[in-house]
């Protein structure tokens, strides 16, 4: 049995970092476990422009100590009237990583997002053409379709098309969730991937009504079925390059997560590489983490692979129940919990 692993340092290809205060309580955890990270742009308002993006980038280095190697990769919130010049622009001087396909209404502050990708075609043909990466929120929003169908909606309606029109079209398919997704994503060629977070590969649907309403489980898109579970922890611990460390790290004070209309997202960047190491442990592919968390996701984006190392041990880890934020608490995923690994060094 392996009781130490040691990896290259990874980096996050999906978290919210969100702004002041709570932005200045929760980046070093972050910064503590990964070398990079992809950080989304709904704030609110949202990050558009270069401008504003290089502003936000530069507000998360200042929530940091002094030195830190941490490197936050930005990304551009599509609306449908997306700047393609501006985005362009922002691409080739360095501050653009990527840019962020929100359905409108889909998730946490979403509203601003696109209607109907027909009003983007433009802004995505200009990104194929300089070779820009488009992150996919793959869900529709339409009231009459059930939210643990969604997803699979989005792929038949939206994300079949959108790779038939766009064939050369970078595409990271954010959080995936379902079997169909992975189908989709398997089916497909180099330049479509995926992200997954840790929550998705721990809990099915039912962890959000165990014994109540559970609203700390509760997130977007929602975990489903068991089925679908099993699916991404098969897709994630395969050794396939399309599948890499996304956390979605998403926190809310705890006030706004019990409340008669709680927000979604799972805060699970304080533990996260453990939370991904109990997995890939579990199904017996210790030797496949890496790929997925630190290898798989600098490939896809044409970026080097970090140098740092990081390493685990297998050891108990009990999880804390609250993290104070600024005054403010805040539940980790496994909060209360214990899991078997811990970072040990780096």
């Not at 449908?80 to 209404?105: C, Q, S, V, W």
């Not at 489980?217 to 489903?224: F, G, M, R, S, T």
Request: proline content about 6%.
């Amino acid at each position: 049995m392996t009781d130490t692993i040691t990896i290259r340092r990874p980096d996050d290809w999906h978290v919210h970092l969100r702004d002041g205060a709570m932005l200045e309580a929760v980046a070093l955890f972050t910064a503590r476990q990964f070398a990079r990270a992809i950080v989304m742009p709904n704030l609110s308002p949202p990050v558009t422009s270069a401008a504003s993006a290089a502003a936000y980038r530069d507000r998360i280095m200042a929530a940091l100590p002094a030195g830190s190697g941490f490197t936050p990769l930005m990304t551009c919130y599509l609306t449908d009237d997306a700047d393609a010049d501006d985005m362009a622009r922002g691409h080739a001087e360095g501050i653009f990583t990527a840019a962020k396909l929100y359905p409108a209404n889909a998730t946490t502050n979403s509203a601003h997002g696109v209607t109907d990708v027909a009003h983007i075609m433009p802004v995505l043909e200009r990104m194929q053409e300089i070779g820009m990466p488009l992150l996919v929120h793959g869900e529709v929003t339409d009231g009459d379709i059930d939210i643990f169908d969604r997803e699979a909606v989005f792929i038949d309606r939206v994300m079949t098309k959108l790779i038939r029109s766009l064939p050369e079209l970078k595409v990271v398919f954010e959080h995936i969730t379902t079997a169909q997704a992975v189908q989709f994503v398997d089916s497909t060629g180099p330049n479509i991937a995926a992200t997954i977070t840790p929550h998705h590969l721990h809990i099915n649907r039912n962890a959000m009504f165990a014994g109540g309403i559970r609203p700390h489980a509760y997130c977007l898109p929602v975990a489903k079925r068991e089925l679908h579970r099993l699916a991404l922890r098969k897709a994630a611990t395969s050794g396939s390059s399309k599948y890499f460390l996304g956390t979605d790290s998403a926190p809310h004070e705890v006030h706004a997560k019990e409340s008669a209309c709680g927000c979604a997202g799972i805060f699970n960047a304080p533990y996260a590489l453990e939370s991904y190491a109990a997995v890939f442990d579990e199904e017996g592919a210790l030797d496949r983490l890496e790929g997925f968390a630190s290898e798989h996701g600098p490939k896809f984006y044409g970026l080097p692979c970090n140098e740092g190392r990081v390493s685990l041990e297998r050891r108990p880890a009990i999880i804390p129940e609250n993290i104070d934020a600024a005054g403010s608490p805040l539940v980790p995923f496994h909060g209360g919990a214990t899991l078997n690994w811990q970072i040990v060094g780096s």
